[in-house]
């Protein structure tokens, strides 16, 4: 256990700095070897504990396994999508030869080639708060972004293809699993909620600032509106009161290096910006019930 979760980027190229880049899976059938010209395997150990700073979706058409996000277990079985946003910790563990595609970018790659787009945030599957993090697809469904993939790949593998093309079958890939996901969301209420911006924006500034920035009235005056205001309807939306859902963020934040770290208690306050550190050890206890180290010890155990 070090003193750090890794945390992984985009890699660079001489000259130039790609904003997406598509893998195949380390245990995909039918691999032996790196074929020149071929779609690489993850370079990342995905069996173990780390993070990224950029966007992930898993696109898995077969194996059997389980996905760990946050300290939630998803199932892997058969056919389905996997969203990652930038900072969770997650590890991806398969019990059987799987196939499929890893796509990987950044926010700015996305939003330059799909300007008229939603924002990723208002994505279920990536929304702050409200995430979706799996969605399970039908055969039909599997044909049809296995179609996107392959065009997809055909062109990322073509130095001298349009970087435009690829864009624009990211947002395609995107928006159809939008569109399932509200189909779903419809399925099981016959009105489900619709966050409004603002809620949408204090979700997103929460996610980009919590360790610098702990007050409501910080996140207010980005926003333009009273720390009142932003509180009732943040509450009305969200369900939590504004001051816990960035308190719940740091607390994320805070169990994550227990767990994954041999940070002390006392590190990892100052490392999300809590001065006092008795403090840091009392509010995590109000909501937990634990004190940070028993945290540790408890999760750790249960894991082994």
């Known amino acids: 256990m070090s003193d750090a979760i890794p945390v992984h980027s985009l890699p660079k190229s001489p000259g130039k700095a790609p904003a997406l880049k598509i893998y195949r899976f380390k245990n995909s059938t039918g691999i032996q070897k790196e074929i020149p ?3 690489p395997i993850t370079p990342l150990p995905t069996d173990a504990p780390h993070r990224h700073t950029y966007y992930e979706i898993l696109f898995i058409e077969e ?4 996905h760990e996000i946050d300290f939630y277990s998803y199932p892997v079985q058969g056919s389905g999508l996997h969203f990652l946003t930038p900072g969770q910790v997650h590890l991806l563990h398969f019990s059987t030869a799987c196939q499929g595609f890893i796509v990987a970018f950044s926010e700015d790659f ?28 039908s055969n039909e469904e599997r044909h049809y972004f296995h179609n996107i993939m392959e065009n997809m790949v055909s062109d990322h593998l073509n130095s ?3 970087q435009s093309l690829i864009g624009r079958y990211l947002g395609l890939l995107i928006q159809k699993c939008g569109l399932i996901t509200q189909n779903e969301m419809q399925s099981a209420s016959s009105t489900p909620p619709t966050v409004p911006e603002l809620v949408g924006r204090f979700q997103e500034l929460v996610e980009k600032n919590f360790r610098e920035m702990h007050e409501v009235q910080q996140y207010a005056n980005t926003l333009a509106v009273s720390p009142d205001y932003l509180s009732k309807i943040v509450k009305k939306y969200l369900g939590t009161p504004s001051q816990e859902y960035i308190l719940d963020k740091l607390l994320l934040e805070a169990k994550r290096l227990l767990v994954f770290t ?11 910006h809590i001065d006092d550190p008795s403090y840091f050890g009392r509010i995590f206890k109000r909501k937990t019930g634990l004190t940070p180290n028993e945290y540790r010890d408890h999760v750790r155990k249960s894991a082994i």
Do not use: C, M, W
Request: charged share 10%.
């Open 63 to 66: 194996g059997q396994g389980f």
């Open 160 to 162: 001298e293809a349009d």
């Open 37 to 39: 010209g071929s779609l």
């Open 110 to 137: 996305y939003t330059f080639y799909n300007p008229a787009s939603p924002s990723l945030a208002q994505f279920p599957f990536f929304q702050p708060g409200r995430r979706q993090p799996v969605i399970t697809i």
């Open 262 to 272: 041999n940070l002390s208690s006392k590190e990892i306050a100052y490392h999300i």
